[in-house]
């Protein structure tokens, strides 16, 4: 078996509003469709050959996180976890930075992890966390 890549698919309550979501924190649309209402698309992040790319379906295709915010976490009710890996720190801190600019929830403050990454978690709307991470090297 060889696999070129992997891409999740997050099922997403409004399409249009998760995409703006993602374009505020810097990807961009890579497709839309379906009409005349869409109920898929994709967002991607990077260069071609470093892409990363995420795939939203509209009420469909895998689950939702039905905890609300403000409870604890609940690793049977909670969305997709998936991690993303920037290039360093200050990549790091500039996303964080517009995250918090934004006003998205971060589930965890930017720290350094004992494994050698220092990561934040953000949480999408719909429940998924982003556990947004780069290499620690202090």
């Known amino acids: 078996m060889r696999v070129d890549g992997i891409t999740p698919i997050l099922n997403v309550s409004d399409l249009r509003a998760s995409l703006d979501w993602f374009e505020a924190l810097g990807w961009r649309t890579g497709f839309v469709w379906g009409e005349p209402d869409p109920g898929f698309a994709s967002v991607v992040c990077g260069d071609p050959k470093g892409r990363g790319e995420i795939f939203l379906c509209q009420g469909g295709q895998g689950s939702r996180g039905t905890s609300p915010p403000e409870q604890p976490f609940d690793e049977q009710a909670d969305g997709v976890w998936m991690s993303w890996f920037l290039p360093g720190r200050e990549e790091l801190d500039a996303a964080y930075a517009r995250a918090r600019e934004?006003?998205?929830?971060?589930?965890?403050?930017?720290?350094?992890?004992?494994?050698?990454?220092?990561?934040?978690?953000?949480?999408?709307?719909?429940?998924?966390?982003?556990?947004?991470?780069?290499?620690?090297?202090?």
């Open 102 to 138: 934004l006003g998205y929830e971060i589930s965890l403050e930017p720290q350094d992890e004992p494994w050698g990454i220092r990561e934040f978690h953000l949480r999408h709307p719909d429940g998924h966390t982003f556990r947004i991470g780069c290499e620690n090297a202090r």
